[in-house]
């Protein structure tokens, strides 16, 4: 009966139980710590696994603190500026703001658009008294079939100065073009550096034009881009990634348009200071809107992994070790101690309940380990 007693105690699952969801809530803790937020412990576990990291440029790999820093026109420069103000105001894009914004510092009058659409990866359409204004990118206008012929010199050198440009088109003609300007983030190439170590493929995505994409991507230090892509074509590139040799995706972006490559990663990430719609739409977010979280982020899956893997193991190996102890296996060897030859219920409760202790002290061991 003793012994019976014994092995029923001895092959109590405790510890095996303990040893997945122990880690993930240490993993998940340490990560909100850390400013890194997992949606759940699926998004923890896959992060380690992942072999392509997709970055959106404006706001995610740049700063997102666009500058107007140049205006180009026939006409009066004030009042381009005013125009094209009224016609952003009622965006949400980081472009359409740093428009807005200037005119504001030079103390211009905005008007309010009496319509505004928003046109997906390309700019903006508005109503503005009884102006109909369009800004957006070069690919925007030649839809319009409208002339470029007299600004696309100034254009070219623009772009090749890493500068986004904006054509203005009023009622139907080209009056000129806004160029703005954003700054690399500071850990932006050292980000990149460290996925890069970790066994990462890193590729930069973004909806502006291919000489501004080459040159912020040459300063982040990253060889794929892609470039000119509407928000259905970076979802449309997230998934060729995913179907080649079976890569694990992420998507890091920001904003409105990198919600459906967000939907479509295998992880999506959002920073902090992205839109509402990203963060939901993210499996993890970082709140402090530090790339240094990615590699973070993946260090710490993979710690968690293993501590995973640790504590199944020992609490495996409790269990095949107690069980033929607590079933006599030891009885016929004369000098092993009694008390390991006839195991006491009440030892093998003190074991058992030991490898449960043993295992959360285990997975409490990510707070202490360097990730």
Not at 67 to 90: C, H, M, P, V, Y
Not at 265 to 283: F, K, N, P, Q, V
Not at 289 to 308: E, H, K, V, Y
Request: hydrophobic share 45%; glycine share 8%; with cysteine.
């Amino acid at each position: 009966m003793l012994r019976l007693v014994a092995i029923l105690v001895t092959a109590c699952p405790c510890a095996l139980g303990l040893a997945t969801p122990t880690a993930v809530m240490m993993g998940t803790g340490i990560g909100a710590q850390r400013g890194i937020l997992f949606r759940n412990g699926e998004a923890l576990e896959r992060a380690g696994d992942l072999t392509t990291i997709v970055l959106d440029k404006t706001g995610t790999l740049t700063e997102g603190k666009l500058t107007l820093t140049d205006i180009l026109t026939d006409k009066d420069e004030s009042e381009l500026l005013q125009l094209s103000a009224a016609a952003e105001r009622g965006s949400e894009h980081p472009i359409g703001k740093a428009i807005v914004r200037a005119a504001e510092e030079r103390g211009i009058d905005i008007a309010t658009p009496s319509a505004f659409k928003a046109v997906a990866g390309h700019g903006i359409a508005a109503q503005v008294g009884e102006n109909r204004v369009v800004i957006g990118n070069l690919s925007l206008i030649q839809q319009h079939n409208i002339p470029t012929k007299r600004f696309e010199e100034e254009a070219d050198r623009l772009q090749t100065e890493a500068k986004t440009v904006l054509w203005v088109v009023v009622d139907g003609h080209v009056v000129g073009l806004l160029a703005v300007a954003d700054t690399l983030r500071s850990e932006a190439q050292a980000t990149v550096a460290e996925l890069y170590e970790l066994g990462c493929t890193v590729v930069m995505m973004t909806g502006d034009n291919r000489v501004t994409a080459d040159a912020i991507a040459k300063a982040a230090r990253i060889s794929d881009v892609m470039a000119e892509l509407k928000p259905e074509d970076k979802a449309a590139a997230v998934k060729k990634l995913q179907a080649e040799n079976s890569e694990l995706v992420a998507m890091v972006g920001d904003g409105i348009n990198d919600t459906p490559a967000l939907a479509q990663a295998d992880i999506g990430i959002s920073l902090g200071t992205g839109t509402d719609i990203a963060r939901e739409t993210a499996h993890v977010t970082l709140m402090h809107s530090d790339l240094r979280g990615l590699p973070d982020a993946i260090r710490l899956s993979r710690s968690t992994m293993r501590t995973i893997k640790q504590n199944l193991f020992w609490a495996f190996f409790y269990n095949v070790l107690l069980i033929p102890v607590a079933a006599g296996a030891l009885y016929p060897l004369s000098f092993v101690p009694m008390m390991f030859r006839e195991l006491h219920p009440m030892l093998a409760a003190f074991a058992m309940a030991f490898s449960s202790v043993s295992v959360v002290l285990n997975s409490l061991r990510l707070q202490w380990k360097k990730t």
